[in-house]
């Protein structure tokens, strides 16, 4: 076995004991009920696939856990796992305006990197975020996390939209002057709109760590985050994971 594989399975071993074994007396819940955004492919859709939605329904399969997922948009969805309407919400990156509002397990889902996105007839015409002039019309998704530095750069005028193609929609018509999007997620929707030659990442924005965040309303919310962290540890011992998230649609 890999040195990687064997330290992952070796670490999963002691995860699964630490869980299951801490209290012979307690039993874990059989079910979770999750909100799962509708509009960040590759990682969760409106159908409710996604490589999100095959991390976490094996790694709680693993542990004999029973995944619900409802689909919404993501901003609806964290508000419902914070007053406790669900017991967790996907693809939610950890940071300063987060960290304090739900619980995390030790293990993300995976990290994504976000870049600032250009009309290629209205090129931006800086090297970084920092030299956008005041002003600067810069479109994002409503409810979405881009890092704790954005909020310092008072500069900039931020355009809240509830969608990718709404806000591809307003950068090809020169509506915004820049769109943040994670990269993985706009090759996704300029493929689909066939705009690939018109809009291009400029520069870095962010890399954002993304987990299953944990509603605090639930009393099991640090049990299923432990249990969601031997799961995702078992998918690492096996390949799953590594072959889950090689998978592109």
């Not at 509009?39 to 619900?68: C, E, K, Y």
């Not at 409503?142 to 591809?168: A, C, K, M, P």
């Not at 915004?176 to 999007?181: E, F, G, N, R």
């Not at 987990?211 to 995702?232: E, I, V």
Request: glycine share 6%; aromatic share 10%.
């Amino acid at each position: 076995m890999p040195i990687r594989q064997f330290f992952y399975a070796l670490v999963f071993t002691l995860s699964c004991a630490e869980v299951c074994y801490a209290n012979p007396l307690l039993e874990g819940p059989k079910s979770v009920k999750l909100a799962a955004e509708d509009n960040w492919a590759p990682f969760a859709d409106h159908s409710g696939t996604g490589l999100s939605h095959q991390l976490i329904n094996d790694a709680f399969s693993r542990m004999q856990v029973q995944v619900n997922s409802i689909i919404v948009p993501y901003a609806r969805g964290v508000k419902m796992a914070q007053q406790g309407q669900v017991d967790g919400v996907f693809n939610l990156v950890k940071e300063q305006s987060t960290e304090h509002l739900f619980i995390f397990g030790q293990q993300p889902l995976f990290t994504a990197s976000a870049s600032f996105y250009q009309n290629n007839n209205h090129p931006l015409n800086v090297d970084d975020k920092y030299q956008l002039p005041q002003g600067t019309r810069v479109g994002i998704i409503e409810g979405y996390e881009y890092g704790d530095e954005l909020v310092e750069l008072t500069h900039l005028q931020l355009l809240r939209v509830s969608n990718h193609n709404q806000l591809i929609n307003l950068l090809l018509l020169n509506r915004i002057d820049a769109a943040i999007m994670y990269n993985q997620v706009a090759d996704q929707y300029l493929s689909k709109m066939n705009v690939t030659r018109e809009i291009s990442p400029q520069f870095h924005n962010h890399t954002g760590v993304v987990y299953l965040a944990f509603s605090k309303q639930n009393p099991d919310a640090q049990l299923l985050a432990d249990t969601l962290d031997a799961g995702l540890l078992a998918l690492k011992a096996d390949g799953r994971y590594q072959q889950i998230m090689a998978m592109k649609k």
